[in-house]
């Protein structure tokens, strides 16, 4: 009977080590979007959690038919733990929220109110982030800056991957099945009408981020490389200023040795000619190997993930 119900609210929550927070996490969720509708599921994905999260989440969805677990067979990473609740959810109207309690459980009914207004996407935009390091505020900062001038989508400033999406929207990333994901690109990128709700974002409480600087870098350049040729165009200015330069350099050369009959010039002008354009051929060659990475990515078409146990049935 409860099976056939069609879910009005579903919620996916990727979940890297945070077994202290799981409890809370889920009661809040609970209370916050129960008020929208009984017929609700929470979708956790284990993105290979070190910790007892997975344990955490069994004794949940044991309790309470509402939640769903997928557990991933390792760490896959955010974008891909969010894109497999993606491919489970059923719901008409779906959220994706962080796990660490910085994005407020309590912010869904706001965000469905606007999805009932008619909007398809209701980003959380967050006025503040408290308990971040200044460089990740300067950094998130700048780079969503300049992430708006090169991109030819309109990828929201300021925003995470908090956001309620109505099921077409769902639909239409699920078609994008690019292994290097920037969701909230491609959320953007299908171009339905959009609002945004403020929030406050909290600190993280326990545990750790997840996102090492390392990891932190990947998702900053899917982010441009999905969206912008321009660093690859970038790549070509670069070429042509070096290469006008270079021509009035062998004029220069030319004239000063048959012409002028000035002495040649000695190594140093030689040795930064070539370190110069040696490093600008090495940077060229540096952005057009991140577009290749992921074109080969794409191409060898591998699963985007593996799942080790869920009890979603299908
Ligand atoms: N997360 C994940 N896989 C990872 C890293 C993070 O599923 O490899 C989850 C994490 O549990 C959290 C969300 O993604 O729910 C955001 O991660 P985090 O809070 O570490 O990122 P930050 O807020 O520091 O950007
Ligand atoms: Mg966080």
């Known amino acids: 009977m409860k099976e056939k119900m069609q879910i009005e609210v579903s919620v996916i929550i990727p979940i890297y080590n945070e077994q202290e927070i799981i409890p809370e996490l889920y009661s809040r969720l609970q209370k916050s979007v129960s008020k929208i509708s009984q017929n609700y599921e929470l979708i956790f994905v284990n993105d290979g959690s070190k910790d007892a999260s997975i344990q955490e989440l069994k004794k949940i969805a044991n309790a309470d038919s509402h939640v769903l677990?997928?557990?991933?067979s390792?760490?896959?990473?955010?974008?891909?733990?969010?894109?497999a609740g993606l491919h489970h959810a059923t719901g008409n109207a779906i959220v994706i929220i962080d796990g660490d309690l910085q994005d407020?459980?309590?912010?869904?009914p706001e965000l469905y109110a606007k999805y009932k207004e008619g909007y398809k996407i209701v980003g959380a935009r967050r006025v503040s982030r408290k308990g971040e390091t200044f460089f990740k505020k300067v950094t998130?900062?700048?780079y969503y800056r300049i992430l708006k001038r090169i991109t030819n989508v309109d990828i929201p400033v300021d925003t995470g991957d908090y956001r309620l999406i109505d099921r077409k929207v769902v639909q239409a990333i699920l078609a994008m099945d690019e292994p290097d994901?920037?969701?909230?690109?491609?959320v953007a990128w299908t171009g339905f009408k959009t609002t945004f709700v403020n929030f406050e974002r909290d600190e993280r409480r326990f545990g750790r981020t997840g996102y090492s600087l390392k990891k932190m870098t990947k998702f900053a350049i899917d982010g441009i490389t999905s969206?912008?040729?321009?660093p690859l165009k970038l790549a070509s200015i670069f070429g042509f200023i070096v290469s006008g330069f270079a021509f009035c350099m062998v004029v220069y050369v030319l004239l000063s040795k048959y012409v002028f009959q000035t002495a040649v010039e000695g190594w140093p002008s030689l040795m930064l000619t070539i370190l110069f354009l040696g490093g600008v051929q090495l940077i060229c060659l540096g952005i057009i190997g991140e577009y290749l990475w992921r074109i080969m990515n794409t191409v060898r078409n591998r699963p985007l993930y593996i799942i080790e146990e869920t009890n979603i049935e299908s």
């Open 69 to 72: 677990y997928i557990n991933f």
């Open 74 to 83: 390792r760490n896959f990473g955010h974008q891909i733990a969010v894109t």
């Open 104 to 108: 407020p459980p309590e912010l869904i």
């Open 140 to 142: 998130a900062k700048a």
């Open 181 to 186: 994901k920037y969701i909230r690109g491609q």
């Open 227 to 230: 969206f912008s040729s321009y």
